[in-house]
């Protein structure tokens, strides 16, 4: 057969992400991928020139609505270190409960997608069960299902109470539980083996020189975490980065898998060391300088470059999504797979554009 | 799929993980932020809500020949992040763990009520 383009999304039934992908196709076999982004920018980086840098924050939360709270906790980390503010330990480790948290919900919430892109509904159904719980500690503890508005400049807005503390303990033990139990279905079940195993392998090389970020470099055999840089309460706290070497779909749903019991772990270790003190350092003036502050999202690394002259508005937001740097990663993998794998691999890399284009 | 099989059983056997939505409601949590209300009583009108609003959808005029102000939050633009509630300094904001209604139009809240001497001059 001749070679045919067929367009692969935006509005795609497998793939809920405004993703536009030229598929140069022979034989129902992939030879070339050409992506086209785009189709959801909203500008967000823009609006600091008319939301001061408290206000900032509502809006850097709404770059992504999975990792709203990651992404305002680094927004806050590079505003301190600008202003030279000391955050409470309390605060942080606080802010590391919540940002655990947020990285379960979204594993468990990509999880089941990505059953569902290869029609496996029933275990969608299942993730997402559980993760129901995780959405049930967030809008109890901080009055939000997803876009929690608990970090601010100096701190956190919300406490947790004792009690709070031994129920998210118990929530957080029974979803283990229940991951645990369909762990048998997502790793060796035939169906998922035969649909994932070998199917848009990235070499260690190829992860590391195309800049890939987070799982899909780690499904790679690079341990990188941008935890290690231990921000927030990350120092005290006892991990190490989790890494499989196949750099198939299936390694990257494996490492995302182990993330998910890890974060758990993470969560019940933050609430043992909960320290007393304060939930927020005063915050007096305006920023005046520039910083680079990362974060380890779900997805990757996240960055955040910011410029402050000493005024209420910010000069520059610039945020560099983990998203934007796993793009060239999936145009390596993309060729010399079958048509019907494209919409599995493409949601191995966990895209979230909306995300990539602010 | 003969893995996913003690799965299946259990749901079969276990309680539905769903509610009958419209008709059974879970509680809301405590701490859940819903719906924002004035109480215009206490409202002293000292636009501090509408400064600190990241949306900016709260407008809050004075009539001084009335002596009347009011208070105006668009619902459809608020992002309910109850950073108003927090800057209020008497309080008079608050939030109730409901959702808002459905709505076919689009309706403003808007409440006019008294402007209040500040208090150190009340005593004069
Ligand atoms: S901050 Fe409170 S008192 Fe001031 S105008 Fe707003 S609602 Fe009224
Ligand atoms: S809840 Fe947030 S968005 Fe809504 S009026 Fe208050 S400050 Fe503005």
Redesign the interface.
């Known amino acids: 057969m001749a070679r045919t383009i067929i367009p692969f999304g935006p509005q795609h039934p497998v793939l809920p992400e405004p993703l536009h992908v030229k598929l140069v196709v022979e034989d129902e076999i992939v030879l070339e991928a050409i992506p086209a982004l785009g189709y959801v920018h909203r500008g967000l980086e823009k609006l600091a020139e008319i939301r001061d840098y408290h206000q900032m924050i509502q809006v850097v939360e709404r770059v992504c609505g999975i990792c709203s709270n990651i992404h305002s906790m680094c927004y806050c980390q590079g505003i301190e270190e600008i202003m030279g503010i000391e955050v409470p330990r309390r605060a942080e480790y606080l802010r590391t409960i919540w940002s655990e948290l947020h990285r379960m919900h979204s594993h468990l919430l990509w999880l089941g997608l990505f059953a569902d892109a290869f029609g496996f509904e029933a275990l969608f159904m299942q993730f997402w069960r559980i993760r129901e719980r995780i959405m049930d500690i967030n809008e109890a503890t901080t009055g939000s299902r997803v876009i929690t508005s608990v970090n601010i400049v100096g701190g956190v807005r919300q406490d947790l109470t004792p009690e709070m503390c031994s129920w998210i303990l118990s929530e957080v033990d029974t979803a283990v539980k229940e991951i645990k139990e369909i762990q048998n279905t997502i790793l060796n079940d035939y169906t998922v083996c035969a649909r994932t195993k070998g199917v848009g392998v990235l070499t260690k090389e190829q992860a590391y020189d195309l800049g890939a970020a987070g799982p899909t470099l780690r499904g790679s055999g690079v341990a990188s975490d941008m935890r290690l840089l231990k921000y927030a309460a990350f120092d005290k706290l006892d991990f190490e980065p989790i890494v499989e070497q196949d750099g198939d779909c299936y390694a990257r749903s494996t490492v995302r898998f182990r993330e998910t019991l890890q974060s758990a772990e993470l969560v019940k270790q933050a609430i043992a060391g909960l320290p007393q003190g304060d939930l927020a350092a005063p915050c007096k003036g305006n920023p005046e300088g520039e910083i680079i502050t990362r974060v380890e999202q779900p997805r990757g690394e996240c960055l955040y470059y910011m410029k402050g002259s000493g005024k209420k508005f910010l000069d520059r937001v610039r945020i560099r999504t983990p998203t934007f740097a796993n793009v060239p990663p999936l145009l390596a993998m993309l060729p010399n797979c079958e048509l019907a794998d494209v919409p599995v691999i493409i949601l191995s890399i966990d895209p979230c554009i909306s995300c990539t284009e602010r | 799929?003969l893995?996913?099989t003690?799965?299946?059983l259990k749901n079969l056997l276990q309680k539905s993980?769903t509610r009958m939505y419209p008709i059974e409601k879970r509680e809301p949590?405590?701490?859940?932020?819903g719906e924002l209300f004035n109480n215009i009583d206490e409202c002293i009108f000292c636009k501090k809500c509408q400064i600190?609003?990241?949306?900016q959808c709260i407008t809050v005029t004075k009539d001084k020949e009335s002596g009347t102000g009011t208070w105006i939050c668009d619902p459809f633009a608020c992002?309910?992040?109850?950073?108003c509630v927090?800057a209020c300094p008497t309080q008079s904001l608050y939030m109730k763990p409901v959702h808002r209604a459905p709505s076919a139009e689009r309706d403003m809240m808007e409440q006019t009520g008294k402007i209040k001497l500040p208090k150190k001059k009340a005593k004069k």
């Open positions: 799929m893995n996913m003690p799965t299946v993980s949590f405590e701490r859940y932020r600190k609003c990241p949306s992002v309910y992040c109850s950073i927090d």
